[in-house]
């Protein structure tokens, strides 16, 4: 599954939902310049893009509308039922829309790293986990109103509680495909503090991305670090709130050194910026830990290895 993940189709994704070029939409060309929340139709055309991707991968996929904040929006999120324990759900997340300057945001905010670098690979995970059968529910998720609060996420979150989900696993992903040319290749495992009591469940998480970066060579590409830090700076704040196991994975946000994106929030957060065999190794390191917390089964055409730490 993991060596399905190309960098020319995370390219491509990251092009058209950033307006490096246009994306066929509804059949026709449209350019994404911006995916802000408050943007009306290039949001629209945006989730929809997101919405046909999932939809021509053969899998369920539905809007989520949500009110809050003084805003209005939909997510797009898409289903692949388990056939052993669907009640069991994984979750893979990002966010879709984008911010840049208010004098710009309206009709230019492209957000490449900002989040078409998570949301290429929630995508990319569509097309390729829709072809395999798992013991758990998955569900990929793209989330809007992120920038303005974790609002897409937080109504779905909150629903998904009142609802009576058994939610196992929620994998953030949030910026990943910036890196500083010739530094360590770092990425940082955001979690819960230790004094929380969903301390333990986000270790076991962030342990399996750690162990499917060593299992799976990419020790050379990543080098994952993780933090105990509760930082609530992404939607999978949304899913602590409501007392699910969640991590969010970004490229090297933490404090003191930190390699963060100089561009982010700028109209200059672009597609030539990004470091694409990191971002690679990122979504493959991404796409293995969501299949391990999945349960691959009925494979007959690759290894599934058994990895030490499972939730």
């Known amino acids: 599954m993991m060596s399905q993940a190309q960098t020319t189709h995370l390219y491509s994704l990251t092009a058209e939902l950033s307006g490096e070029w246009p994306a066929i939409i509804g059949g026709e060309p449209y350019t994404i310049s911006t995916?802000?929340?408050?943007?009306?139709?290039?949001?629209?055309?945006?989730?929809?893009?997101?919405w046909e991707w999932m939809a021509g991968a053969g899998i369920a996929v539905d809007y989520h509308p949500w009110s809050a904040g003084g805003y209005s929006n939909r997510n797009v999120v898409a289903v692949i039922t388990g056939t052993i324990r669907p009640d069991e759900i994984v979750m893979a997340v990002a966010h879709l829309?984008?911010?840049?300057?208010?004098?710009?945001?309206?009709?230019?905010?492209p957000g490449a790293d900002d989040n078409a670098s998570g949301s290429a690979a929630v995508l990319t995970m569509a097309r390729i986990f829709s072809r395999y059968s798992f013991s758990r529910t998955l569900r990929l998720a793209l989330f809007t109103g992120e920038e303005q609060g974790l609002l897409g996420s937080s109504v779905y979150a909150a629903e998904a509680r009142a609802r009576g989900d058994t939610i196992v696993a929620v994998v953030n992903m949030d910026m990943i495909a910036w890196n500083s040319p010739g530094t360590t290749p770092t990425l940082d495992i955001h979690i819960r503090p230790a004094s929380s009591a969903g301390y333990t469940d986000d270790l076991a998480l962030a342990g399996i991305f750690?162990?499917?970066v060593t299992a799976y060579g990419l020790s050379a590409h990543l080098t994952p670090t993780v933090h105990p830090s509760g930082v609530t700076a992404s939607d999978h704040a949304s899913f602590w709130q409501q007392g699910y196991p969640a991590m969010l994975l970004i490229e090297d946000y933490?404090?003191?050194e930190r390699d963060f994106n100089p561009y982010y929030h700028t109209v200059s957060d672009t597609l030539q910026r990004l470091d694409l065999?990191?971002?690679?190794?990122?979504?493959?390191?991404?796409?293995?830990?969501?299949?391990?917390?999945?349960?691959?089964?009925?494979?007959?055409?690759?290894?599934?290895?058994?990895?030490?730490?499972?939730?």
């Open 35 to 50: 995916r802000f929340t408050n943007s009306i139709t290039p949001i629209q055309q945006a989730t929809r893009y997101a």
């Open 97 to 109: 829309d984008s911010l840049s300057p208010a004098e710009t945001r309206m009709t230019l905010a």
């Open 210 to 212: 750690t162990n499917v």
């Open 254 to 256: 933490a404090w003191p």
């Open 277 to 311: 065999d990191y971002f690679t190794a990122f979504v493959k390191a991404a796409l293995g830990t969501v299949a391990h917390l999945a349960h691959p089964i009925a494979l007959t055409h690759i290894v599934y290895l058994p990895l030490t730490q499972r939730p």
